[in-house]
């Protein structure tokens, strides 16, 4: 569950990083339109809304909340990292961790 909130989390931010014209340029070319960065946004806060979820599923109501900040951490060092040194990777790894954590979740071996 813990690679699944890891997941989202970092799919929240590159969307939400997508939104910004630099980070839309560098890794998909040009601004994004208007509707596109609304989505993103949309989309990037959603992700992250949703990642909480398997830290309370996880560590309970108590412990989840700190978890998730710990989880929101990693996830956005991860990012920074890579938008740093290696931009394609980051955006080929939006779509991997999330499956990845829903893998890991429910057992789908």
Do not use: K, N
């Not at 959603?46 to 309970?60: D, E, H, M, R, T």
């Amino acid at each position: 569950m813990a690679a699944l909130a890891l997941g989202l989390a970092y799919a929240g931010f590159l969307l939400l990083s997508l939104a910004m014209d630099r980070h839309h340029r560098e890794l998909l070319g040009g601004a994004p339109p208007r509707v596109r960065r609304l989505a993103c946004r949309l989309g990037g806060a959603a992700s992250l809304g949703l990642s909480i979820l398997p830290c309370f599923a996880l560590w309970g109501w108590s412990i989840g909340p700190v978890a998730w900040c710990g989880v929101l951490t990693l996830a956005a060092f991860g990012l920074v990292a890579l938008l740093a040194f290696a931009p394609r990777a980051a955006l080929l790894l939006a779509p991997l961790l999330p499956a990845v954590g829903f893998t890991a979740w429910f057992g789908l071996d």
